[in-house]
T-cell receptor, first 113, second 115 residues
Framework: LAKTTQPISMDSYEGQEVNITCSHN???????ITWYQQFPSQGPRFIIQ???TKVTNEVASLFIPADRKSSTLSLPRVSLSDTAVYYC??????????????FGSGTQLTVLP | NAGVTQTPKFQVLKTGQSMTLQCAQD?????MSWYRQDPGMGLRLIHY???????DQGEVPNGYNVSRSTTEDFPLRLLSAAPSQTSVYFC??????????????FGSGTQLSVL
């Protein structure tokens, strides 16, 4: 299992860029890196996924170095509504075994006015 | 599309009671799963299914049963509730079990308290 380590919490101010790093030292060759966002009293929601280098969508960017032992979720110009828990998920869906997919404890991001 | 629907949203049980948490999806997803989330912890996988008639255990399966008789439904059964099962339960689904670039869709959760 590719265990992940994230900071427990982070604070930021509105309008700033936020970077949340996830460590996954024993990531396997076929593993993908996926980030989810969870608001209170809701289920997690998919943000972004990548395998290597950089991926960008309308919500965030994901930076993955060449050794893939870590990844960084970048949220540009955060607002109060970005206050949530962010989960890094590392795993290989192609094996068909969901037991390889584990959520860590997540990072509580608090955006301050 | 309603997505993933969970019922009930809240439930209080007494120790030893049984109940079933319902989960239904209308996206024709092959893969369905149940997670529990405890305060300060991430989501832990209880059971999952890769298609009708096929289920398997996750990280924390003890005390829970599942079955998958249709593609749409994946109920979670607590046969004899214990206080340790007090948690928020999430159902999630995915189109297929093997494609790497697909996302999990989560329901809104069931808050369960066992007294």
């Amino acid at each position: 299992l590719a265990k992940t380590t994230q900071p427990i919490s982070m604070d930021s101010y509105e309008g700033q860029e936020v970077n949340i790093t996830c460590s996954h030292n024993n990531i396997a060759t076929n593993d993908y890196i996926t980030w989810y966002q969870q608001f209170p009293s809701q289920g997690p929601r998919f943000i972004i996924q990548g395998y290597k280098t950089k991926v960008t969508n309308e919500v965030a960017s994901l930076f993955i170095p060449a050794d893939r032992k870590s990844s960084t979720l970048s949220l540009p110009r955060v607002s109060l509504s970005d206050t949530a828990v962010y989960y890094c998920l590392v795993g290989d869906w192609s094996s068909g075994s969901a037991r390889q997919l584990t959520f860590g404890s997540g990072t509580q991001l608090t955006v301050l006015p | 599309n309603a997505g993933v629907t969970q019922t009930p949203k809240f439930q209080v049980l007494k120790t030893g009671q049984s109940m079933t948490l319902q989960c239904a999806q209308d996206m024709n997803h092959e893969y369905m799963s149940w997670y529990r989330q405890d305060p300060g912890m991430g989501l832990r996988l209880i059971h999952y299914s890769v298609g009708a008639g096929i289920t398997d255990q996750g990280e924390v399966p003890n005390g829970y049963n599942v079955s998958r008789s249709t593609t749409e439904d994946f109920p979670l059964r607590l046969l004899s509730a214990a206080p340790s099962q007090t948690s928020v339960y999430f159902c999630a689904s995915r189109l297929t079990r093997r494609a790497t670039n697909e996302k999990l869709f989560f329901g809104s959760g069931t808050q369960l308290s066992v007294l």
